[in-house]
């Protein structure tokens, strides 16, 4: 009589042992100095702060007006959308909440421009492409994200690139009345 085997009955190979458990917690890697090029936590590479507001319109129609202040370079753009569907106007292709329109888009070198206000001294958008999104409830707007793209047509000696792309790092909270 020959002594039963250790693998199973059906003749197929044993599995391998397994293998240890883990460690729960893994060693420390030991942080590079700061002054180590890539060393430290990522940090966008421009320095940006984004304001909104909106207001109603006159016409019975409203309006949200978002500015992007960045720094490296310099640039303060101006985005501009309604709910005016009234006007015959298309906007700028960029993707916006149901019945919202990006009416306009521009860029300047000026860093001091007003949210609300258009800078004469900026360079319009003549195409755009990405994403604006929101909450909305009843006339309240919160969570704001945004990621677009602006194309301009600067005079050759501008500060504005003519390229400018512009995005939330975190949603906004709430969109205010504009004063």
Same mark, same amino acid.
């Given at each position: 009589m020959t002594p039963p085997s250790e693998g199973p009955p059906?003749?197929?190979p044993e599995a391998p042992p =397994?293998? *240890? *458990?883990?460690? %729960?917690?893994?060693? /420390? =890697?030991?942080?590079?100095? /700061?002054?180590?090029?890539? %060393?430290? *936590?990522?940090?966008? %590479?421009a320095a940006q702060v984004v304001s909104a507001c909106r207001e109603a319109r006159p016409v019975g129609c409203d309006a949200v007006y978002i500015r992007v202040q960045k720094s490296a370079p310099d640039?303060?753009?101006q985005l501009v959308l309604d709910?005016?569907?009234e006007n015959s106007r298309v906007g700028l292709r960029v993707r916006t909440p149901f019945s919202w329109k990006l009416s306009s888009g521009?860029?300047?070198a000026n860093t001091t421009c007003t949210l609300t206000e258009y800078d004469p001294d900026s360079e319009p958008a003549l195409e755009g492409s990405g994403d604006i999104s929101w909450? /909305? /409830?009843g006339s309240s707007?919160?969570?704001v994200q945004f990621a677009v793209q602006l194309q301009?047509?600067?005079?050759p000696d501008s500060a504005v690139p003519a390229l400018v792309a512009v995005s939330t790092e975190e949603a906004l909270d709430s969109i205010t009345e504009c004063e």
């Open positions: 059906d003749g197929t =397994a293998a *240890p *458990p883990a460690a %729960s917690t893994p060693p /420390e =890697a030991e942080a590079p100095p /700061e002054d180590e090029p890539g %060393s430290g *936590p990522s940090v966008p %590479s640039l303060c753009v709910n005016c569907n521009s860029a300047s909450l /909305e /409830e707007i919160s969570a301009l047509s600067p005079e």
